[in-house]
């Protein structure tokens, strides 16, 4: 049974400007992480409509997305990139909705892709896109200067993949979407959202169809994200068991994290003696349910009109907006108003689910992921 929709994005809280500037110092929140990676929603439409995500009994014909007036712009985005970038931000992923809905995003690309850290090193910068307009899109986008891009894929069954996307959309269009990917020279990693009695038939096949091919599966626990999608933990089938299938297939050996705060645990395809072979690739395991990485969260999320999340799982966010808008601040200010909010956060519901009861779970008001991104 599905819940009914709280829209969070009419509820905010204020970004207050403090009254000393932020000190030039690197962050750190309330728990001792640091602010690392940014995550910006740039629009909150989607032309799928995964049960996961956005269910079709909500996000139908008559849901009220958000005018494009009230989006950012993409000099407002590029702006708020650059105070994020001052003050520690090294990995910025474009995200939705599906981001590739966006008009001429491969300009907002360009400009983000410009700018630099204040050592002089460039950002790593990434999308995140259901592949639906990716065969289109990937030169344009390469040029802009993305050379890394995420593909959500569910399935490579096209009775299973569109039972999942609910718009009847082939996966073979979504293959020619990662091919184009490759082709350009980008690298690419695919998601893939494991739901029981949904497509835990697909790992196999997934892990089949994506070994040795340069691209890195992950598996992602089905997680209950907003409050939409009638999550129940009988759902969700843990990364234990998602191992333990594909090493009855194929032997696998564990792989050091490639970065603090990586949310994949990493295991590498093993050759006959034992030892990663580079050229089998590897695959990730996402346990966000069943293994909650809060302690290591280094991630802001921006959403599509301008509030900052410090959490996937928040219900508010911090209007950032009309700081840009309406108060002319300057960027230290913005820079001071964002770093009070950073070192104030406390966020880690995911280490905290565990201990709740069902119907708190349940009607806790959460974001939902359509407007922040994954």
Not at 287 to 299: G, I, L, P
Request: charged share 25%; proline share 3%.
């Amino acid at each position: 049974m599905k819940i009914k929709l709280v829209d969070q994005r009419l509820n905010s809280l204020r970004a207050e400007i403090p009254p000393l500037d932020w000190s030039g110092e690197l962050l750190s929140d309330q728990l001792k992480r640091p602010l690392h990676d940014l995550r910006i929603s740039v629009t909150d439409r989607c032309n799928f409509r995964c049960n996961y995500c956005m269910p079709k009994e909500v996000f139908n014909k008559d849901y009220n997305y958000l005018p494009h007036g009230d989006l950012l712009s993409f000099e407002e985005i590029t702006r708020l990139a650059k105070v994020f970038v001052s003050l520690g931000v090294r990995k910025i992923r474009l995200t939705g909705g599906e981001p590739l809905l966006r008009k001429n995003l491969e300009i907002l690309v360009a400009q983000l892709s410009k700018i630099t850290t204040p050592d002089g090193d460039k950002l790593d910068l990434t999308l995140t896109t259901n592949g639906s307009l990716l065969s289109k899109k990937a030169l344009l986008l390469k040029d802009a200067g993305l050379n890394r891009i995420t593909v959500s894929l569910d399935g490579l069954d096209d009775a299973v993949f569109k039972s999942m996307n609910d718009v009847d959309f082939p996966v073979h269009d979504v293959l020619d979407g990662i091919a184009a990917a490759q082709s350009a020279g980008m690298d690419v990693k695919v998601n893939m959202v494991v739901k029981r009695q949904t497509n835990t038939n697909q790992i196999i096949p997934m892990a089949e169809h994506f070994r040795a091919s340069g691209i890195t599966l992950r598996f992602i626990e089905y997680m209950d994200v907003g409050v939409t999608n009638g999550w129940r933990m009988d759902e969700v089938v843990p990364s234990s068991d998602v191992l333990a299938l594909i090493r009855s297939n194929y032997p696998l050996v564990p792989l050091t994290a490639s970065a603090f705060g990586e949310t994949a645990q990493r295991w590498g395809y093993a050759d006959s003696f034992g030892n990663w072979d580079r050229s089998l690739g590897e695959i990730g395991l996402i346990s966000s349910v069943t293994q909650a990485f809060c302690s290591t969260c280094t991630r802001a999320r921006l959403s599509t009109e301008g509030k900052l999340y410090l959490c996937l799982f928040a219900s508010l966010g911090f209007d950032l907006r009309e700081l840009i808008r309406n108060d002319c601040a300057s960027d230290r200010q913005i820079a001071s108003s964002i770093a009070h909010i950073w070192e104030n956060r406390v966020d880690r519901y995911s280490q905290l689910r565990t201990n709740m009861s069902g119907d708190e779970g349940k009607t806790a008001k959460r974001v939902e992921m359509s407007y922040i991104g994954g």
